[in-house]
């Protein structure tokens, strides 16, 4: 059974940093691509970041692009995500997901285009 757990999501200041990760089991996402969502309360869930299977590209959202860092260990299957300079719209549960297909380019950065997800980790920046 596929499973992707998130830790490291808290409460932290404005403009502080928290690092999230992402362990995946039950299978082997190294060729494939990983993301990162988030979903506000009342809000619909949005992408937030993505990598490649290799971590040669990377992709973000307008709204975290300078700020958050996405980066992977393929070696210990786990993506991280790291996020600098928060802010409070910041604020959500943020969700790791996996492609199933692998060697996928252009990297997914929609919903549909992953097939895994985790339960997702609550972020809280406050002002």
């Known amino acids: 059974q596929v499973q992707l757990a998130e830790s490291g999501g808290g409460l932290v200041q404005a403009g502080g940093s928290l690092r999230l990760s992402c362990a995946a089991s039950?299978?082997?996402?190294?060729?494939?691509?990983m993301g990162w969502f988030r979903q506000a309360p009342g809000k619909e869930r949005e992408f937030a970041a993505a990598?490649?299977?290799?971590?040669?590209?990377?992709y973000y959202a307008d709204s975290v692009k300078g700020r958050f860092t996405i980066s992977r260990d393929n070696a210990k299957n786990l993506v991280y995500l790291q996020m600098d300079s928060l802010k409070p719209e910041d604020t959500a549960v943020y969700y790791c997901?996996?492609?199933?297909?692998?060697?996928?380019?252009?990297?997914?950065?929609?919903?549909?285009?992953?097939?895994?997800w985790g339960q997702g980790t609550q972020v809280t920046v406050s002002s």
């Open positions: 997901a996996g492609d199933r297909t692998p060697y996928r380019l252009p990297v997914g950065v929609t919903r549909r285009d992953y097939n895994y």
């Open positions: 990598i490649s299977w290799s971590g040669g590209s990377t």
């Open positions: 039950g299978r082997t996402f190294s060729s494939c691509a």
